[in-house]
């Protein structure tokens, strides 16, 4: 309260110097300028200025003012502190960052200073995007991941990027070349990405740095210091080298040490707790570049949401650490068929023994989040519940562990799960169980999570609390006895403690007589009733007040005790977390593949690519529950020849629109990444040489943001795709060259299919409305013709989604435009310019098109009319033999064909 009038006693003349507090907090808000300043003042955190209508604004909170500053007022807004989080949540995914200001002495001991002290006060912590650990912050299927990126070596020096989800502890850390970056950013998919200042600026990365947008940020270039680095990390591990944990390159160790050392600076006091720092090795995953994942929508729909895309699809998971992995697998496929195979071996084991999967299933769900409450308790942002969601957690991964013994002869992974969580401390479980009461609050500081029995001056120090307060019912039932007053009551408040209250007219009997007044003594009147205490009221009150201090600090140090035994097992802990998650995906998978009829798909170092039946997961799944139509199998089979160098196959696909030519394309580009996430595929049989780099190119949108238009953004992507995709690659190319003129396109696409062919030697299926490509197969012997059926009914076009070897004969557009709903007369004008079109013949089309009216003039005919003859002038001009002419002669030729017009 003091504080308050200090703000708002501030100099209200104009000018002169702020008041302390204004001072103070000018001073913190100097110190994190980029942040927005929550400064804390009794139950609110309070902004000013600049800050405060900011807020304001993004929270739809009252803006008021609050005193004067150099003659001005200060504008001020609030958020009460019991619901910062949801505050915090809104600015953060507005691209805000908030600087926590907490008081950080007791407000008596700023009053021992002097009458005008402030409060200290100090940032504890920058919350930002990359950094929140709060579970009403975060979405519980989704990694929340803070990244890192250095350079060293100068301009062409080695990059790496290091990232870590600090909610769970992970860490890990790779190498990467400017041409990737992109790509390995986007497949880590953070929520913020830090960078040495200078290298933000590096005029070679702004269009990496465009296109991240304010996901990346600059920070002071020492952060990625690289000849300390290796020290700053191994003194956090508390290890002599990190040789230990990895033989990492010196741009690697930048990166996490930088990364390290943000960390530190949005914590402030508190250590990140992080795990081991994993390296992951260049080639171990599948390069999906960024245009790709988007496109393909792997883990999230064009729209940016979870439904709609292959993850939501596939997600059977049933917890949150679960659901967190397979999205970390979905986003990044293996490459390597060892790998794979081993997580298909899980999937094809619990698929096998259908009752240990659902055993395990059964356990999980529901389990709390034992990752993400380990990191809270690690930071010092912990509460009871957290012990509590550990206690949970650890029984879970006790009993899942047993459910496990009883299996025999487990897979590689599913053994290694186990062995994981018999690792598990039994007696940190055991600890937290017998402390730990059943009805758990969300602070600390309101008491009572202690189990009654598990400490016993506990147990005296509640009785004696207790006790008071059933003497001081007791009490009050002397006091109504002794004055008469039945409505005598005993009640208590913050202010005045335990007190007396009785009706103003029944006074009387506690302030009438001198007698009276010894013993009950005068506290407070209100409106209409009295307040008085006694000698025995106030003794009483000390003691309860005593008791029940002594218990909360039983119970804090009992807190603070179980908070280092969680600590010391943190390692264990995250292990366990990450066998459950391994558990739960595996079992989701295998659970996925027996409802959807899914099957293990061969993945080897071949060149192979042959599924049949293969079917698109996302669209079979939207047809099944809206029009009820059965999804169309397809074979693809774009198979390299066995032990040659000679490359793969591509298939061009022609087909009317609507055909389902985007559609096969896809799901075959998601049948790869399916089977090589370890996953079990939408076909009837697969065989799949491991995919090393996957490339498609379907749909184009404008990048306006970027200054590119459509046609600008597709060959820039086709660019990517030719220059890079190998061997190895597996390629989905879809209509280009649409964005241009007819002759420009087909041109395009013509000599793009022939370097894919020729030049990159990859799997490629390549989809195009240019029927005239299809002659391309008599001189590329790796190149097949496939087309989508369809059936003619009635003029109209019934689409049978089927694939199958040939080429299409036609294009069906303007049905398909008739079916959308196109006006009649547009489709009938259609036709005839169609008709007009396919007589004039292929080589004049351009000319003809060139020469038709304009559609606005046509178009007032209801029906078109009968192609004209050519005017009679027309053919008078043809039959002059212009060489034969005298000047003359031509002169009256002219007149003549002028007055036939
Ligand atoms: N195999 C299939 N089985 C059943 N329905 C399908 C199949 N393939 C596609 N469809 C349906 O047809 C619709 C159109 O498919 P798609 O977008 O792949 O056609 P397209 O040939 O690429 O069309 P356009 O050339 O106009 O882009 C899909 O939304 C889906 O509902």
């Given at each position: 309260m003091a504080e308050n009038a200090a703000i708002s006693a501030t100099d209200t003349s104009g000018g002169g110097a702020p008041t302390p507090m204004m001072a103070q907090y000018i001073e913190i808000k100097a110190a994190n300028a980029d942040s927005l300043l929550f400064y804390r003042m009794g139950d609110f955190y309070e902004l000013f200025f600049e800050d405060a209508a900011v807020a304001a604004r993004a929270l739809g909170i009252a803006l008021t003012k609050r005193g004067k500053h150099l003659g001005q007022d200060i504008p001020m807004a609030g958020v009460p502190v019991v619901s910062a989080d949801e505050y915090l949540a809104k600015l953060i995914s507005l691209g805000h960052r908030v600087?926590?200001?907490?008081?950080?002495?007791?407000?008596?001991?700023?009053?021992?200073?002097?009458?005008?002290?402030?409060?200290?006060?100090?940032?504890?912590?920058?919350?930002?995007?990359?950094?929140?650990?709060?579970?009403?912050?975060?979405?519980?299927?989704?990694p929340n991941h803070v990244a890192?990126?250095?350079?060293?070596?100068?301009?062409?020096?080695?990059?790496?990027?290091?990232?870590?989800?600090?909610s769970t502890g992970a860490f890990a850390v790779r190498s990467t070349e400017a041409g990737r970056l992109l790509a390995d950013i986007r497949a880590i998919d953070p929520a913020e990405l830090v960078v040495g200042d200078a290298l933000f600026h590096d005029e070679a990365l702004k269009p990496v740095f465009a296109s991240l947008g304010r996901l990346a940020r600059p920070e002071p270039a020492s952060l990625f210091d690289g000849a300390t680095a290796e020290g700053r990390l191994a003194r956090f591990f508390d290890v002599a080298t990190m040789g230990g944990f990895g033989d990492f390159a010196r741009a690697e160790l930048a990166a996490a040490a930088g990364l390290l050392a943000y960390l530190a600076r949005t914590q402030v006091a508190a250590r990140p707790p992080l795990g081991r720092l994993a390296r992951v090795e260049t080639g171990e995953t599948m390069l999906i570049d960024p245009a790709t994942r988007a496109s393909l929508e792997l883990t999230r729909s064009v729209a940016g949401r979870r439904e709609g895309s292959l993850l939501g699809a596939v997600d059977r998971t049933v917890t949150g650490a679960g659901s967190r992995l397979l999205a970390a697998r979905i986003a990044n496929p293996l490459a390597k068929a060892a790998a794979i195979a081993r997580r298909h071996d899980a999937v094809s084991f619990l698929l096998a023994e259908r009752r240990l999967g659902d055993a395990l299933r059964a356990g999980l769900k529901g389990l709390p989040d034992g990752e993400r409450a380990l990191s809270r308790?690690?930071?010092?942002?912990?509460?009871?519940?957290?012990?509590?969601?550990?206690?949970?957690?650890?029984?879970?991964?006790?009993?899942?562990?047993?459910?496990?013994?009883?299996?025999?002869?487990?897979?590689?992974?599913?053994?290694?799960?186990?062995?994981?969580?018999?690792?598990?401390?039994?007696?940190?479980?055991?600890?937290?169980?017998?402390?730990?009461?059943?009805?758990?609050?969300?602070?600390?500081r309101d008491g009572g999570f202690v189990a009654a029995g598990a400490i016993p001056d506990l147990d005296e120090a509640r009785s004696l609390r207790d006790e008071s307060r059933r003497v001081i019912m007791e009490l009050q039932a002397t006091y109504a006895a002794e004055t008469g007053i039945r409505s005598l009551k005993i009640k208590h408040n913050n202010v005045l403690g335990y007190f007396i209250e009785v009706a103003e007219a029944q006074a009387g009997a506690l302030n009438g007589t001198e007698e009276a007044r010894r013993r009950f003594f005068h506290r407070q009147t209100m409106a209409n009733c009295m307040r008085f205490s006694t000698g025995e009221l106030a003794d009483l009150e000390s003691r309860i007040a005593a008791a029940a201090a002594t218990a909360l600090k039983l119970e804090l140090d009992a807190f603070e005790r179980l908070v280092v035994l969680v600590c010391e097992a943190a390692a264990p802990i995250r292990d366990a977390a990450q066998a459950l998650a391994v558990l739960d995906v595996s079992a989701a998978l295998a659970d996925l593949a027996s409802a959807e009829n899914w099957t293990r798909p061969l993945v080897d170092d071949s060149l192979a690519f042959r599924i049949e039946?293969?079917?698109?997961?996302?669209?079979e799944a939207a047809l099944k529950s809206g029009s009820g139509d059965p999804f169309v199998p397809n074979d693809c089979d774009l198979s390299g020849e066995a032990g040659s160098h000679r490359g793969g196959a591509i298939w061009l696909v022609t087909g009317p629109n609507m055909g389902g030519k985007s559609t096969f394309l896809r799901q075959n580009a998601l049948i790869a990444v399916l089977a090589q996430a370890g996953s079990f595929v939408p076909a009837a049989t697969a065989h799949l040489g491991t995919v090393d780099r996957l490339f498609s190119r379907v749909g184009a949108s404008d990048d306006l943001a970027e200054g590119r238009s459509t046609f600008m953004v597709e060959m820039v992507e086709t660019a990517a795709i030719l220059n890079q995709a190998g061997p190895r690659s597996l390629v989905i190319l879809d209509e280009i060259g649409r964005g241009t003129s007819t002759y420009d396109g087909l041109s395009i696409a013509f000599a793009a299919v022939e370097h894919l062919h020729e030049v990159n030697r990859c799997r490629a299926l390549f989809a195009t409305h240019f029927h005239e490509m299809t002659a391309?197969?008599?001189?590329?012997?790796?190149?097949?013709?496939?087309?989508?059926?369809?059936?003619?009914?009635?003029?109209?076009?019934?689409?049978?989604?089927?694939?199958?070897?040939?080429?299409?004969?036609?294009?069906?557009?303007?049905?398909?435009?008739?079916?959308?709903?196109?006006?009649?007369?547009?489709?009938?004008?259609?036709?005839?310019?169609?008709?007009?079109?396919?007589?004039?013949?292929?080589?004049?089309?351009?000319?003809?098109?060139?020469?038709?009216?304009?559609?606005?003039?046509?178009?007032?005919?209801q029906e078109p009319a009968a192609p004209a003859e050519p005017p009679a002038a027309v053919e008078a001009l043809k039959s002059l033999d212009l060489d034969a002419l005298s000047p003359r002669e031509a002169l009256d030729a002219l007149y003549r064909l002028k007055a036939m017009t």
């Open positions: 600087a926590v200001c907490e008081q950080v002495e007791d407000p008596a001991e700023a009053k021992k200073r002097g009458g005008k002290s402030v409060v200290r006060r100090d940032v504890v912590r920058l919350v930002t995007p990359g950094t929140i650990t709060e579970e009403a912050l975060l979405e519980p299927g989704r890192a990126m250095a350079r060293l070596g100068g301009a062409n020096g080695a990059f790496a990027i290091a990232w870590a989800e600090l308790v690690a930071l010092g942002r912990g509460g009871p519940r957290d012990l509590g969601a550990l206690r949970t957690f650890l029984e879970g991964a006790r009993e899942t562990a047993a459910v496990l013994a009883g299996a025999e002869a487990l897979t590689h992974e599913l053994g290694e799960a186990a062995g994981q969580l018999r690792a598990l401390p039994g007696d940190l479980e055991a600890e937290l169980s017998r402390t730990l009461g059943d009805d758990l609050p969300l602070q600390k039946g293969g079917r698109h997961p996302v669209v391309l197969s008599a001189r590329l012997d790796r190149l097949s013709n496939a087309t989508m059926r369809v059936k003619e009914w009635q003029g109209d076009v019934v689409f049978l989604h089927e694939v199958r070897p040939g080429t299409a004969d036609r294009s069906y557009g303007i049905q398909v435009a008739k079916l959308a709903g196109l006006p009649p007369r547009v489709v009938t004008r259609a036709r005839d310019v169609l008709r007009q079109l396919e007589r004039s013949g292929e080589g004049r089309r351009a000319a003809f098109v060139d020469d038709l009216p304009l559609f606005s003039a046509a178009a007032s005919r």
